[in-house]
């Protein structure tokens, strides 16, 4: 095979290429170099030579004429460098008693639970579903060069009839969805209170694969809309799989499974125009919601920052239902579950999230993946909240109610292990748009509770898996398959896969030598809840309280976080264009703060309404008045500027020794810099040496970064000081709160975007730090750049 000759590097050009190789969306004129030393570097250089040894299509002149079509050619083929260029993800090498190893060249293996099922086509040729070599891949097969199609081209009917039925139903809901495998790490036993197998040890390895969604929107929707985040987790445990589908929020809109189907026509698009979509800004959602005051507190949390998360790896995880934990006695403890990111809980700003989902609504998606592909592995931590039955009663609310929460003053959230995230899907379709996950998938050691929101879900969630994936057996695609093994009488149906042995289908049987039999006490025992109820409709009085956790989420927010909640509300019902809905929410906001619903009016310009009556006659008192827990900014994370993307702006006559210290010291602190030009290609610093800008002003805005550098340079570097998008994007960052680092002669650019080095407040900004010796500066930047400097915000905003 031809290969590429190896191109002259220098330092900073082999710390460029480790910076531009961690991205899949932009990169630069000349490619990566060779010689990093880093794996996903390398991999680039690889890649781009086996492209190289393909300049152009070679048998394309071999596809006309009579003679040709007779003789169809072999088509051309080169060998890559390394198996990583043909590898879906770099990831691949992180294996579990689930994924097993990579797949092998050419046919599948043998061995492994997901191996039989991974394919490599390298240097294997072409065949039909049915192994028939395909002679020609370009042509139908015709009476003549010019003559009609035949209809016994059953190569053709076989591509085109497959290529018709790729896709299968999206979700209803939870449509758009990123995925990824990795492994939850027990940290000590838990025999005392759950025998769950995940927990029976410390140490404990169970092989997870975690699918992150958007709820509202279709499955070509935006990331970044502003939305509930569905965070589901399925453990593929030794005593088969545990399925825990929650979001990123603790609490929902509705206490009853009853009321879903209206939830969600009421938050789709309008069904006359179908408009919006993924988007909650619209008169159905706040007609539906006005009305429904006990979705006041998931209100709070929807228009709070958590609705449009930084990254899926810096956003919480719940539950939101209470479930049990069984002990191998039968004894039951009452639990929550709580998901903790290491990063930290962090958020876009919403006019930088309305920003990036034109510029990239793949925004989410590509983080995660590229995250992984770099080796900064996601990682989260499971917590408890563990209490009795007897506790619960003593609560001033239901903790059967998927409206409210525990605050954690009253039950503090104990840590039992971790979730790493570590290897990337081969196959897109095969797992993440595949991948069934169920509220009634439980093991022996976890059971449900009488919450009437659950219920509903237990039947839903399997009930639309029917639909999606073709029949009762989407327990058979392989990335829902348990590592456990299965046996039981089930037979047949659409898509089956097993092939089962003898003529026993039924129990009991003496044919089959009783085979399989039930497991007893070692099997799967519901939880024995006493029940001496009437059958009715209703809920308990305790539900009828509204508003007290909608109080208690507001007030424990941070000032910025309230400006945020008030700022979304007014967005929100601005959309709306029917005035008595507006009324009708402000009139239930009244009743959680009278400042957010005087702040809301007053944008709306509208006064503030009497009071929703409220739907209990003595509200109860809540047993905590603030919670810092639930406040973002209480949970930072130990990440700094990990996986944080930073563009460093770059023109003819940079200071290249200044370009190099930031970006080495950004990619030891595990941040992700780019060199940023006037347009992709190289530029010349001022010591002569050549640097390749990898994006540029005109192909990623601002928004895509956390974080900016602008160099010094000869004549402030001409070319972007004369570009009045280099003002653009230091005005959004400034604006965004995101940290910023000037060197040089910083006082003419900060004053030409007119951005202050101080706070409102007169107080020095530690997010924009000037200075004239990168390596000192830079530490301070670090410092400063993990987090968004919201003390500079003001509305409306000065810069």
Not at 108 to 113: D, K, L, N, S, T
Not at 210 to 215: K, Q
Not at 330 to 344: I, S
């Given at each position: 095979m031809a290969r590429r000759k190896p191109s002259s590097s220098t330092p900073a050009s082999r710390t460029a290429g480790r910076a531009a190789a961690r991205n899949t969306d932009s990169g630069s004129a000349r490619g990566v170099p060779k010689g990093t030393g880093d794996r996903i570097a390398e991999r680039a250089a690889d890649v781009e030579a086996t492209a190289e040894a393909m300049p152009f299509n070679a048998n394309k002149p071999l596809e006309y004429g009579y003679d040709n079509a007779h003789a169809p050619q072999e088509g051309e083929g080169v060998e890559a460098p390394s198996d990583d260029v043909t590898a879906s993800s770099l990831s691949e090498v992180n294996t579990s008693d689930k994924l097993g190893t990579r797949a092998g060249n050419g046919?599948?293996?043998?061995?492994?639970?997901l191996d039989p099922v991974r394919t490599d086509a390298t240097a294997r040729r072409m065949t039909t579903n049915q192994g028939v070599p395909v002679s020609d891949n370009q042509h139908s097969l015709k009476a003549g060069l010019r003559g009609p199609a035949l209809l016994k081209d059953f190569i053709l009917r076989e591509k085109i009839t497959h290529f018709d039925h790729e896709r299968i139903p999206e979700r209803i809901v939870h449509a758009r969805g990123s995925g990824a495998h990795g492994f939850f790490e027990c940290?000590?036993?838990?025999?005392?209170?759950?025998?769950?197998?995940?927990?029976?040890?410390?140490?404990?390895?169970?092989?997870?694969?975690?699918?992150?969604?958007?709820?509202?929107?279709?499955?070509?929707?935006?990331?970044?809309?502003?939305?509930?985040?569905?965070?589901?987790?399925?453990?593929y445990t030794d005593e088969g799989n545990w399925d825990l589908v929650g979001n990123n929020m603790p609490v929902f809109f509705i206490q009853d499974a009853m009321k879903f189907p209206d939830l969600v026509h009421a938050v789709k698009p309008e069904p006359h125009h179908q408009m919006p979509q993924a988007a909650s800004a619209h008169d159905t959602f706040w007609d539906f919601v006005s009305l429904m005051p006990e979705s006041t507190h998931m209100l709070m949390w929807l228009m709070s920052d958590r609705a449009i998360p930084r990254s899926y790896r810096m956003m919480q995880g719940?539950?939101?239902?209470?479930?049990?934990?069984?002990?191998?006695?039968?004894?039951?403890?009452?639990?929550?579950?709580?998901?903790?990111?290491?990063?930290?809980?962090?958020?876009?700003?919403?006019?930088?999230?309305?920003?990036?989902?034109?510029?990239?609504?793949?925004?989410?998606?590509?983080?995660?993946?590229?995250?992984?592909?770099?080796?900064e592995y996601p990682e989260y931590e499971l917590g408890v909240q563990l209490f009795t039955e007897e506790e619960a009663e003593r609560y001033s609310f239901d903790i059967l109610d998927s409206t409210k929460l525990i605050p954690e003053e009253l039950v503090p959230v104990q840590p039992i292990g971790r979730m790493v995230l570590n290897r990337n899907p081969d196959n897109f379709f095969a797992e993440t748009e595949q991948v069934a996950f169920c509220t009634a998938h439980v093991i022996p050691g976890i059971d449900f509770t009488n919450d009437p929101l659950l219920a509903g879900r237990i039947h839903s969630y399997v009930d639309t898996q029917l639909t999606r994936l073709g029949g009762p057996n989407f327990h058979e695609i392989p990335i829902n398959a348990p590592i456990a093994p299965v046996h039981n009488n089930q037979r047949d149906g659409l898509h089956r896969q097993a092939i089962h042995r003898g003529r026993v289908s039924y129990e009991p049987n003496s044919l089959g030598g009783g085979c399989p039999f039930q497991a007893g006490s070692a099997g799967f025992v519901s939880f024995p809840e006493p029940v001496t109820q009437d059958e009715l409709r209703g809920h308990p009085e305790k539900f009828a309280e509204h508003y007290n956790q909608a109080t208690l989420f507001f007030d424990s927010q941070s000032p910025a976080e309230q400006a945020h909640i008030a700022g979304a509300f007014r967005f929100e019902l601005s959309k709306v264009t029917v005035p008595a809905v507006r009324a009708r929410m402000l009139a239930g906001l009244a009743n959680v703060?009278?400042?957010?619903?005087?702040?809301?009016?007053?944008?709306?310009?509208?006064?503030?309404?009497?009071?929703?009556?409220?739907?209990?006659?003595?509200?109860?008192?809540?047993?905590?008045?603030?919670?810092?827990?639930?406040?973002?900014?209480?949970?930072?994370?130990?990440?700094?500027?990990?996986?944080?993307?930073?563009?460093?702006?770059?023109?003819?006559?940079?200071?290249?020794?200044?370009?190099?210290?930031?970006?080495?010291?950004?990619?030891?602190?595990?941040?992700v810099p780019r060199l940023m030009g006037v347009r992709i290609g190289p530029?010349?610093?001022?010591?002569?040496?050549?640097?390749d800008a990898d994006v540029s002003l005109e192909n990623e805005p601002g928004v895509l970064f956390d974080g900016m550098i602008v160099p010094d340079g000869a004549d402030r570097m001409g070319e972007l000081r004369m570009d009045a998008r280099t003002l653009d994007y230091l005005k959004e960052q400034y604006r965004h709160c995101k940290a910023l680092l000037i060197l040089g002669d910083s006082d003419a650019l900060l004053d030409a975007a007119r951005i202050p080095a101080t706070l409102p407040d007169g107080g020095q900004d530690p997010g924009v730090v000037v200075g004239g010796n990168a390596s000192k500066a830079i530490d301070a930047y670090i410092a400063a750049a993990g987090r968004r400097h919201w003390e500079r915000e003001t509305d409306p905003p000065r810069v």
């Open positions: 046919d599948p293996v043998a061995v492994g639970p940290y000590a036993p838990l025999t005392d209170i759950t025998r769950a197998a995940p927990f029976q040890a410390k140490g404990k390895i169970t092989p997870v694969f975690v699918r992150f969604s958007t709820v509202a929107g279709e499955r070509g929707s935006k990331d970044t809309a502003r939305d509930v985040r569905g965070f589901a987790v399925k453990f719940f539950g939101v239902h209470t479930f049990r934990f069984v002990n191998a006695q039968g004894e039951a403890t009452l639990c929550k579950f709580h998901w903790t990111p290491k990063l930290g809980t962090h958020a876009l700003a919403w006019e930088e999230a309305v920003k990036i989902s034109g510029a990239d609504p793949d925004f989410h998606r590509r983080d995660l993946w590229e995250a992984i592909e770099a080796g703060s009278a400042d957010l619903a005087a702040q809301v009016a007053d944008g709306l310009g509208m006064e503030v309404p009497e009071p929703l009556p409220r739907a209990i006659a003595k509200v109860p008192q809540s047993e905590v008045d603030a919670s810092p827990a639930l406040s973002m900014l209480a949970r930072p994370g130990d990440g700094g500027v990990r996986s944080r993307k930073f563009a460093i702006l770059v023109a003819d006559g940079v200071n290249g020794q200044t370009v190099e210290t930031v970006q080495r010291a950004l990619l030891d602190a595990g941040a530029c010349v610093t001022d010591r002569g040496d050549t640097l």
